[in-house]
């Protein structure tokens, strides 16, 4: 179990959960849900927007790829900051500020789960979520300076991104802006 558990009650911010365990396909267990020890309150392990307006975890990553599968294709798309550096107005590395950010919100979300159950040590946890954390910034502070790329309901500047899980909100609600175009 996480020492150190980063997975708040959305009610009164509690760490003191316990979480509701299922089988899953390959004879472990995945938490389907967290119950809070000091309020009670109930919620699906991934329904929970931190920020309103936001989407959660399942509506904005419904469509996106499988972790494992962003990972390769990332992997094997060129530096953003190459792209950056051949002109910070292209699309195409706000594209690639945003499918890291996504997938690194994705993975931070995964080890934080995978934390309830013991699964993995605290410092990977950690980790996970400050380069979350860090990408999404990165994501936000490239918007701020081109908010002609962004068409999602609430751009940069909405002061909500600044609070805590803000950033990386932001980056759930771009990625299913960016999905929906992508498949429109």
Not at 14 to 33: F, K, M
Not at 87 to 101: I, K, T
Request: proline share 8%; aromatic share 8%; hydrophobic share 40%.
């Amino acid at each position: 179990m996480l020492t150190y558990p980063s997975i708040p009650c959305p009610v009164c911010s509690s760490l003191d959960l316990d979480a509701e365990l299922v089988p899953n396909d390959s004879g472990g267990q995945d938490i389907a849900a967290f119950r809070c020890r000091a309020c009670g309150f109930s919620w699906m392990a991934h329904d929970v927007p931190q920020f309103p307006g936001a989407p959660n975890y399942r509506e904005a990553y419904a469509e996106a790829p499988p972790l494992l599968d962003e990972e390769l294709e990332l992997l094997a798309t060129p530096d953003a900051g190459a792209q950056a550096a051949a002109g910070p107005q292209q699309p195409h590395s706000r594209v690639l500020l945003l499918r890291r950010a996504a997938y690194w919100d994705r993975r931070a979300h995964e080890l934080q789960l995978a934390g309830f159950l013991g699964m993995c040590l605290d410092e990977d946890v950690m980790q996970a979520n400050h380069q979350a954390a860090t990408s999404a910034f990165e994501l936000l502070k490239h918007d701020l300076a081109h908010k002609d790329q962004v068409d999602a309901p609430f751009g940069p500047t909405e002061p909500g991104w600044d609070s805590a899980g803000g950033t990386r909100a932001y980056v759930r609600q771009e990625y299913r802006a960016w999905r929906s175009e992508k498949h429109d």
